[in-house]
């Protein structure tokens, strides 16, 4: 064989190595591409509530700022937060400052008014046993984030938004409930309020419940999408609902205020 022949077949076989390795690689980046989007996609689910690993009582709300990792701790009232009705003005268990992030904590019952944040935050991992006022209620910021997690037993709102703003809620879990998120229809600051909900199991229970909640005449808008229905033959559980304040003037998805189609909507 000559050199030159030689050179390519050495050539060739560099060439056929190279396009192994680039392949392994690509094989690798489909593998944990689709790795990470099943890590993405995998909602929380209404049957895999977490297990405490021990139990605190909070006679006063606890304040956070950056960030609590509550590893896993159920939190409840006690004392002057020991409150798990409807009535209004209520102390919350946590309340965040402004670029606070709260993670990995099962709030229990009573479960007083929740969590408060005072302007941008984050809430991770967070679970609502048995809600008691609200939830959680967004009062001041620009951009609320609530990432996995689940809420059940909420005899009015789960996610009450006061302040400014847009709030962001994925892969979370609500059964039991009445409405899962509301702007804010009698707040002295009639703000424009967005809500953005992505991949959210809901669990009927017959009676009628609500998605969000906007406010029409104040130009708010919910985005919908991978939105999982389970246990709703009757098709109680509204996706959008419309005010003008308090004032139900219409349900459904549109091109202004409720941004949604049937595509987004599953029912099982």
């Given at each position: 064989m000559?050199?030159r ?19 392994g690689?690509g ?23 977490p297990t405490?690993?021990?139990?605190q ?22 004392g ?28 229990g ?9 005072e ?37 009015d709102?789960?996610f ?13 879990a609500?059964?039991?409930f009445k ?10 600051t ?7 909900l ?15 909640g906007?406010?029409v ?22 996706p ?8 139900a ?20």
């Open positions: 000559t050199s022949a030689e050179h390519r077949v050495h050539h060739r076989r560099r060439s056929l190595r190279r396009r192994a390795v680039v392949s690689l094989a690798f980046a489909l593998t944990g591409a689709a790795i990470v989007s099943s890590t993405m996609l995998s909602s929380a689910s209404a049957a895999s509530w405490p690993t021990s139990s009582p909070v006679s006063s709300t606890i304040s956070v700022s950056g960030v609590r990792d509550g590893g896993m701790v159920r939190y409840y009232g006690s002057d937060l020991a409150g798990d009705g409807q009535e209004e003005g209520q102390d919350p268990i946590f309340k965040l400052a402004a670029g606070a992030t709260l993670k990995n904590v099962i709030i019952a009573p479960g007083a008014d929740g969590i408060h944040c302007g941008n935050c984050t809430l991770q991992n967070v679970w609502w046993e048995d809600v008691g006022e609200d939830a959680a209620t967004f009062r001041g910021g620009t951009t609320y984030t609530v990432t996995g997690g689940g809420a059940k037993k909420a005899a709102k789960v009450q938004h006061n302040g400014p703003g847009t709030l962001n809620v994925s892969n979370f609500v059964s039991e409405t899962l998120y509301r702007s804010c229809g009698d707040c002295s009639g703000y424009t309020r967005k809500v953005n992505s991949n959210i199991e809901v669990t009927g229970t017959g009676s009628t419940a609500r998605l969000v906007i406010n005449n104040r130009n708010d808008v919910a985005t919908l999408r991978g939105i999982t229905i389970l246990n709703d033959s009757g098709r109680k559980v509204i959008c609902q419309k005010y003008n304040n308090n004032t003037v219409g349900t459904g998805p549109d091109s202004t205020n409720c941004l949604y189609s049937s595509s987004d909507i599953t029912y099982r």
